[in-house]
């Protein structure tokens, strides 16, 4: 009897990982063949519909670390870890409220010991929040009808999950920005009534979120998109938002912390009406592109043969660092978002490539430009995102390995074509690796 449920909800649960995931679909992910519940997951999620009945839809949160089902953490003073599963009803057509579930493991059983129902319409993101001796559990609910999200922290006791702090966000960051080992909260408000919007900082103690500081944000934004944790070229803790300067420019602003002052604004001055920003065409964002904690931040150059006119135009991302109201340019990569790569491009081809999708799907071919009616002058590199299964039963021949992903399943491979002649612009198999780096 115990077995057929089992199997039942086993089928049950591959279902949903194959229909209700709803992480975004970049190519990269297109090529991957979706994940499978391990036993914990699938013990855990026989639990859950033991209470809930089968009528249920898996919430997978859509950014940050934790995007799994459920999520496996210890919560409370008793040593063994809780689950936490977020899931909706899907026995009436109307879309029911989002439940967040909290399992425990009772005599080496998984059994749910509380439920609850969160507003919003989606799980943005789940954290585990450093706070003292207390785990505390942080939820990013979003709303599809506007860009305004709400953050809800949670503190569980053994048995129920209180809520110790509410409020709602453009984008966040759950840090140790103030360096006492206890992760603060940072929110972007919703531009309020007077058309401003906030960065405010929240430390934690005694049981409690409270206010520590707050900034005026850069008016010229619109909106925010995007937030990355990081430092700056000095080793000075510093956040990097992103965001919307009207509907056809982006632009960065840079927050830091400072002891006596708190939060404050790098590179935004209400007093003496300054802003130190690189403006840029809608697309690229913050991102550590060598992995060592300094922020790069983008601007974006039109590819040679490109123009603003006309739709698909491609950019060069060159990257900057910020310091004391300066920009200072580290390189400049060329940035494919979905196929998951970037290729620095050496200095000599800067101005004098620029690159095309082939025929062949996931290709991009680099080449050398000539205006007129015949712009490539000479092939320069083709780079391939390919699925592994297809590399290893010799469909590209002609091609090397230079990375792969997804695990393994995915490879992405480059092919040289022979110059004719020399030429300075030419490059090998090496210094494509060292150039070539993911992009996430
Ligand atoms: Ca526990
Ligand atoms: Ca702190
Ligand atoms: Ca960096």
């Not at 140790?176 to 992760?183: G, I, W």
């Not at 002052?261 to 209400?270: E, K």
Request: glycine residues 8%.
């Amino acid at each position: 009897m115990r077995g057929a449920f089992l199997r039942r909800a086993l089928g049950a649960a591959a279902a949903l990982l194959l229909t209700g995931c709803s992480m975004p679909q970049s190519g990269v992910d297109s090529l991957l063949a979706p994940p499978l519940l391990n036993e914990e997951q699938n013990e855990i999620y026989a639990a859950l519909v033991r209470e809930t009945g089968d009528s249920i839809k898996l919430l997978y949160p859509q950014r940050g670390e934790n995007r799994s089902a459920f999520l496996v953490i210890n919560l409370d003073a008793e040593v063994t870890s809780e689950a936490v599963a977020f899931y909706q009803s899907t026995a009436s057509t109307v879309t029911s409220a989002i439940h967040m579930a909290v399992l425990d493991k009772r005599d080496g059983a998984w059994q749910s010991v509380h439920d609850i129902s969160l507003e919003g319409t989606q799980v943005e993101d789940i954290s585990v929040m450093r706070a003292g001796g207390d785990s505390l559990l942080a939820v990013g609910l979003g709303y599809s009808s506007d860009n305004t999200s709400l953050l809800k922290i949670y503190s569980f006791n053994g048995s129920t999950m209180d809520e110790i702090y509410s409020q709602s966000y453009q984008t966040k960051i759950i840090s140790d920005l103030n360096s006492d080992d206890t992760d603060d909260v940072l929110l972007i408000t919703p531009v309020s009534e007077d058309g401003n919007s906030y960065g405010r900082l929240y430390t934690y103690r005694n049981g409690r979120f409270r206010p520590d500081s707050e900034v005026l944000l850069d008016p010229a934004f619109t909106r925010y998109a995007n937030i990355t944790d990081g430092y700056l070229v000095n080793g000075q803790r510093a956040i990097y938002l992103d965001g919307y300067r009207g509907s056809t420019l982006m632009s960065t602003e840079i927050l830091g912390y400072e002891e006596e002052a708190g939060l404050v604004d790098l590179t935004y001055d209400p007093e003496a009406g300054q802003r130190y920003a690189i403006d840029r065409a809608l697309g690229a964002v913050c991102y550590d592109t060598n992995r060592d904690g300094v922020i790069e931040v983008p601007g974006l150059t039109l590819m040679p043969g490109y123009t603003e006119e006309v739709s698909g135009a491609v950019y060069l991302t060159d990257w900057y660092h910020f310091l004391n109201g300066e920009y200072e340019k580290v390189k400049s990569s060329y940035v494919s978002s979905s196929q998951g790569y970037m290729l620095d491009f050496p200095e000599r081809w800067v101005g004098e490539v620029s690159i095309r999708r082939t025929v062949r799907a996931n290709e991009t071919l680099f080449y050398e430009y000539q205006g007129g009616d015949s712009p490539v002058k000479s092939e320069l590199l083709y780079i391939l995102m390919a699925k592994r299964s297809d590399w290893e039963a010799g469909e590209f021949p002609d091609y090397e390995l230079i990375d792969s992903a997804g695990g393994g399943q995915i490879v992405y491979l480059a092919k040289i074509p022979e110059q004719e002649e020399y030429n300075p612009l030419a490059v090998n198999l090496t210094e494509v690796k060292k150039n070539f780096n993911r992009y996430y």
